[in-house]
């Protein structure tokens, strides 16, 4: 059965960096995409970053340069390196399995990211 | 990147159907058949319903579907049930590897 656990979220000022995990079981995350999309309280979802399995790497506009995404395959685990955070990061960050016609087909319960001082 | 436009709402009364639309562009709705649709309950995590446009994962109800044509997509759910009541979100390949959801959709079943 496919899981995916998200952990890191909390309460942070504005400035402050942050890094979330997203522990996997059931299949190998190095063998699919894997992505993570947030979610504003009381808004929609938008996608945040993608990590292929060949390891390239791909951002929205409006985190590129503050967030970095990187898996390590020993621990099957993605995580989100978030910097630089601003009040508009505030959201739900959901952690999503993909492949090239299913981008998003599982995802995590999610982990809530709040900035604000 | 844009959001895809969506209704804000839709309703309809138990068995009868509902139709949402999800407009994007050449550069992605238009421009690619990974049209994707979500289903997600209140603090709930979204669920994949359709995929590639129209395909249903295992396990989906053959009430939903999907269908494209030029810079929009649509989902049908018809047979409207009790639990389709939910927010529905629409995603599409954008090109240049990104990706880009819909505004969703809150589906009242009355």
């Known amino acids: 059965e496919v899981q995916l656990v998200e952990t890191g979220g909390g309460l942070i000022q504005p400035g402050g960096s942050l890094r979330l995990s997203c522990a996997a079981s059931?299949?190998?995350?190095?063998?699919?995409?894997m992505s993570w999309v947030r979610q504003a309280p009381g808004k929609g979802l938008e996608w945040v970053s993608v990590i292929y399995s060949g390891g390239s790497t791909y951002y929205a506009d409006s985190v590129k340069g503050r967030f970095t995404i990187s898996r390590d395959n020993s621990k099957n685990t993605l995580y989100l390196q978030m910097n630089s955070l601003r009040a508009e990061d505030t959201a739900v960050y959901y952690c999503?399995?993909?492949?090239?016609?299913?981008?998003?087909?599982?995802w995590g319960q999610g982990t809530l990211v709040t900035v604000s001082s | 990147q844009s959001a895809l436009t969506q209704p804000p709402s839709a309703s309809g009364s138990p068995g009868q159907s509902v139709t949402i639309s999800c407009t994007g562009t050449?550069?992605?709705?238009?421009?690619?058949?990974?049209v994707s649709w979500y289903q997600q309950h209140p603090g709930k995590a979204p669920k994949l319903m359709i995929y590639e446009v129209s395909k249903r994962p295992s396990g989906v109800p053959d009430r939903f579907s999907g269908s494209k044509s030029g810079n929009t997509a649509s989902l049908t759910v018809s047979g409207l049930q009790a639990e389709d009541e939910a927010d529905y979100y629409c995603s599409s390949y954008a090109g240049s590897n990104n990706f880009v959801f819909g505004t969703g959709t809150k589906v009242t079943v009355l």
């Open positions: 059931g299949f190998t995350v190095s063998s699919n995409y």
């Open positions: 050449s550069s992605d709705v238009g421009g690619y058949n990974y």
């Open positions: 999503a399995r993909g492949t090239a016609a299913t981008p998003f087909d599982y």
